[in-house]
């Protein structure tokens, strides 16, 4: 009996013991693992030996339910170390409280953690988040990653499994180095009400499915590199939103007109976008607590806001004082502004209240004024026509070729009695066609929908007589604008003998070799010497049409006299600007003054060039206005841009005269020459080399629509090496370092052998220092632009080492800088290529189609992608200098091989005598002073050295 009543209290206490319910032993491991790890285990207070954190009592921090632990909160306790990688089989965690901390190292996976409900992982040291984190979480409620360095080098993105977390609230990830673009599911997840991911990488569109959500906060501000884009329409679908942060982004187009549907919208910032247009009256009349929208385009009034606190300064709004309209003219460009989808060109410049006031890009106005030109050639320009333009009563000429606009011209345009010209030619413009004034000419080839699209309506005129209104050309699209289209004018080196029929030429060339070995020295020497003898005839009986390369640039005292109709020439020095003037009353209206080396060509010269400046011999747009074709009485084949001081604002002023000043002092067979300049009256011409095989761009994007043939392979290289030297000059062989600032395809001209040369210095920057960086205004094309100069506006020389870098990638693709029609991965070319260029498979896809590629070929463009890589590395002190990829590129296209001539004389050279003895003859020869023709038939003889042998060495001219 006594057995029985000790086996029953044996029994008994078992089942005691078990009721008890003991922690889990694996959950028990995972916790003493965790302690373990940390730098600071005596923070927890758990017990060094206890071995039931269940208890009872409980281990402080931990919560546990049927043995098993549901909790651990430690928020805020200062411990350090990592979490081991086995977390995730505490199967029963519904709430995790790690924020707040110094933990470190990859965070582990919570894969198959199905009853988590809230887990707060934030402001720690993370760096790695893995791939499987997401997946199985699908009682997840409330997930925060804040603060976490994650994948810091290449950054993550929300995966696909996450849209499995059907219970999902709130998502915090701020500051967690996300990427890529905004996932669509987010948008259809519909518990998820508070989604925050600000300071990220995250860049694309706000998805579409946003518009079906029912989220309260939206927080999408300051993201990294340029940040989200792209317009903001769907956020007036939103109706519960109640606090919307998207600033410090690039966001596009308007503030929808329907915003005024958020009724319960609290909280609006804006702010360091790139919106447009007008402050819808929606918007102004919502009961906001927070309104910023600061830095933007935003146009027209200021309207009287209901909002409690309202931000909205650095707009270019015509008025400064809420609620005062602006003048009828700047609301009527502001109408025909949106009618073309305020393109960013015209929106950064066409601000205040009076647009014949600063510069307003495009625009003319008379002498009362009021605007009577608009032209916007070639702007790329979209959307429709405005009636409103008709309300600009004084319109003489409005010039819209060239563009994307759509749609029909509108009839009231007829109502303008002082029209002359409508060019809308290159458009998509359809019927009806109004009818105009027969004094009106109108111009409408181009647009297929228009019978054909191969009409021009031209009023009568008297043969032979001029019109009778002339009109302006335009100031030129500045930098920032698309790049320019295939009619991008051509320009062409001059032939050596239409440079001055004056000028006689000697060019002497010694060419010797040297070998050398340990018992036979052989030596043969390799010496070229170019001599250059010019007689140059006096200044006043020079020929109307003369035109010569400037002399070294590099001379700091170079001083040009530029020649004015009123028989006054002034001194302009380089260096310091206009210093004297004197009387010409002695020239001819034909004359053309040389001093220094620089060349001033009468207007009367270059209008009889040029056909009086003939439509015919337009080749496009330049710096700063219209380049024509011409040609002077020698036969030299000359570009000129021309433009008139009425049309010209300041900025165009300082491209002018920063072109001569550059091209002043830089002289490079890869650069393009100034071969002279015209002042006269309200004239401001440039005279360039003409390149008869137009823009590189020309070859590369539109060859095909030109009928010209694809540039080779080879061609390309032999193109990218001559750019290279150019802008290598430019930073480190000239006697001071130039940054050119616009460096693209459609600024490389080709000529007759289709060698390189880099052109337009209108935005050519002066650097005092060759390491240090310059501050200076953003100017140059999107799409070729460095990251650190768009943002920080200061520039390096590595500025212009990125835009050849992309420059790079055109030549491998042939595809544009940028495209806003491309579909959005492969938008911006530089980004994209940097996420293909890695891979072989995906580098050989990426190749120009017009590419034959073979496995040698393949070798070669491998090296370029990975130059054009290196030369676009975000952080600019990774880029390597221009000199690098000189050197990486002449291998590859330079491939010497020497030449099978037995003969053993050239240039009366014998080769076969001792080098000692070769050496005495030449010095004999040099000292006679003999002539080249006398000494060339010879025997054993050399040319005379000619003068200036040694500056041939020393001149500016690089490589």
Avoid at 366 to 377: A, F, G, H, R, T
Avoid at 566 to 581: C, E, F, P, Y
Avoid at 864 to 889: F, K, Q, W, Y
């Amino acid at each position: 009996m006594k057995l029985c009543n000790l086996l029953f209290s044996l029994l008994l206490l078992g089942c005691v013991t078990l009721g008890y319910s003991a922690t889990d032993p694996n959950d028990l491991k995972i916790l003493l693992d965790f302690q373990k790890g940390l730098e600071n285990p005596e923070l927890l207070r758990w017990p060094a030996d206890g071995d039931d954190p269940c208890g009872p009592p409980l281990w402080p921090h931990v919560f546990c339910s049927d043995g098993r632990v549901t909790q651990i909160q430690v928020q805020s306790m200062g411990l350090k170390g990592p979490l081991p990688q086995n977390f995730n089989q505490l199967s029963k965690l519904y709430n995790i409280g790690l924020q707040r901390n110094n933990f470190t190292g990859k965070l582990p996976t919570f894969k198959g953690l199905s009853e988590l409900e809230f887990a707060f992982l934030d402001y720690n040291n993370f760096d790695t988040i893995p791939s499987d984190f997401f997946v199985g979480l699908s009682s997840i409620r409330v997930l925060a990653l804040d603060s976490n360095p994650l994948n810091e080098s290449t950054g993550w993105s929300l995966p696909s499994e996450l849209a499995d977390s059907v219970q999902l609230t709130n998502l915090s990830a701020s500051s967690s180095n996300l990427a890529g673009s905004l996932p669509d599911f987010l948008g259809s997840m519909q518990s998820l009400s508070n989604l925050r991911l600000s300071y990220n990488r995250l860049s694309g569109e706000i998805p579409a499915s946003f518009g079906k959500s029912l989220m309260s906060t939206l927080l999408l501000n300051n993201q990294e590199g340029g940040g989200m884009s792209g317009p903001i329409d769907v956020i007036a679908s939103m109706t519960s939103l109640s606090q919307l942060w998207l600033h410090g982004n690039s966001f596009t187009g308007t503030i929808p007109e329907n915003i005024g549907d958020l009724s319960l919208l609290r909280d609006l910032n804006l702010n360091g976008n790139k919106l447009v247009g007008l402050v819808p009256q929606s918007l102004a009349d919502m009961p906001l607590d927070n309104l910023d929208l600061n830095n933007n385009q935003l146009m027209g009034p200021v309207p009287k806001f209901k909002a409690g606190k309202v931000s909205c300064e650095s707009n270019p709004f015509c008025q400064s004082k809420p609620g005062v309209e602006c003048a009828p003219e700047v609301n009527a460009l502001l109408d025909f502004l949106g009618g073309v989808n305020y393109p960013s060109i015209l929106t950064s410049q066409w601000s205040g209240n009076d647009p014949c006031q600063g510069s307003w890009l495009g625009l003319n106005c008379d002498s009362n004024s009021k605007v009577s030109v608009i032209n916007l050639l070639r702007h790329n320009l979209t959307g429709t026509l405005s009636p409103s333009i008709a309300r600009l009563d004084s319109l003489i000429e409005i010039d819209l070729g060239g563009n994307n606009i759509k749609g029909t011209i509108p009839s009231n345009f007829t109502n303008l009695n002082s029209l002359r010209l409508l060019d809308v030619s290159g458009n998509n413009l359809g019927p009806p066609l109004p009818k105009f004034r027969n004094s009106v000419k109108l111009v409408v080839d181009g647009n297929p929908l228009l019978d054909g699209g191969n009409q021009t309506h031209q009023p009568p005129s008297s043969a032979g007589s001029p019109p009778a209104v002339s009109f302006t050309p335009p100031e030129n699209p500045p930098r920032g604008s698309a790049p320019p289209s295939p009619s991008t004018m051509p320009f062409s080196p001059p032939s050596p003998t239409s440079i001055s029929n004056t000028n006689k030429k000697t060019k002497l060339v010694i060419v010797g070799g040297i070998l050398a070995g340990s018992l036979l020295a052989i030596v043969l020497i390799a010496l070229s010497l170019y001599g250059c003898f010019k007689k140059r005839k006096e200044t006043s009986n020079l020929p109307s049409s003369i035109v010569v390369h400037p002399r070294d640039p590099s001379d700091p005292e170079n001083i040009v006299k530029i020649a004015f109709s009123n028989n006054t020439i002034r001194s302009l020095s380089t260096q310091t600007g206009i210093s004297s003037v004197s009387n010409t009353s002695n020239l001819t209206e034909n004359s053309s003054l040389v001093e220094s080396g620089n060349v001033v060509i009468s207007v009367q010269v270059l209008r009889k060039a040029t056909d009086n400046f003939a439509q015919k011999n337009q080749l496009g747009s330049g710096g700063f206005g219209i380049v024509y074709k011409g040609e002077l009485e020698d036969g030299t084949k000359i570009a000129v841009k021309r433009m008139e001081a009425g049309v010209m604002g300041s900025k165009a002023v300082d491209e002018f005269q920063a072109e001569i000043a550059v091209l002043s002092k830089v002289r490079h067979r890869h650069l393009v020459s100034l071969l002279g300049y015209s002042i006269e009256g309200n004239e401001r011409l440039l005279v360039y080399e003409y390149m008869p095989q137009g823009a590189l761009s020309m070859h590369l994007f539109h060859w095909k629509k030109l009928n010209l043939e694809p540039l080779s392979w080879m061609r390309r290289l032999s193109i990218a090496l001559d750019v290279a030297r150019g802008v290598e000059y430019l930073h480190s062989l000239a006697r001071q370092t130039f940054i050119h600032r616009d460096l693209k395809s459609s600024n490389i001209l080709l000529g007759d052998d289709f060698h390189a040369k880099v052109s337009d210095f209108g935005l050519v920057k002066l650097a005092p220092d060759r390491e240090q960086s310059v501050a200076t205004r953003l100017a140059g094309t999107f799409g070729y632009l460095a990251p650190e100069y768009a943002v920080m506006g200061k520039i390096t020389t590595k500025a212009d080492v990125f835009s050849y870098g992309v420059v790079l990638m055109e030549l491998l693709t042939g595809l544009t800088a940028l495209d806003e029609e491309r579909p959005e991965e492969s938008r911006y070319l530089a980004e994209w290529f940097w996420r293909i260029k890695s891979s072989k498979e995906k580098l050989m896809a990426a190749i120009d189609p017009a590419l034959n590629v073979n496995d040698e070929t393949f070798e070669s463009i491998s090296s370029i992608a990975e130059l054009a890589g290196h030369c676009t590395s975000r952080d600019p002190n990774h880029r390597p200098d221009m000199g690098h990829a000189v050197n990486v590129l002449v291998p590859l296209v330079e491939k010497w091989k020497p030449v099978n001539d037995e003969s053993e004389d050239f240039y009366g050279i014998d080769y076969s005598q001792p080098l000692p003895e070769m050496l005495k003859v030449w010095q004999d020869a040099d000292s006679t002073g003999l002539s080249y023709t006398s000494l060339s038939d010879s025997k054993g003889s050399i040319p005379a050295r000619p003068a200036g042998f040694a500056e041939s060495f020393t001149s500016a001219d690089g490589r």
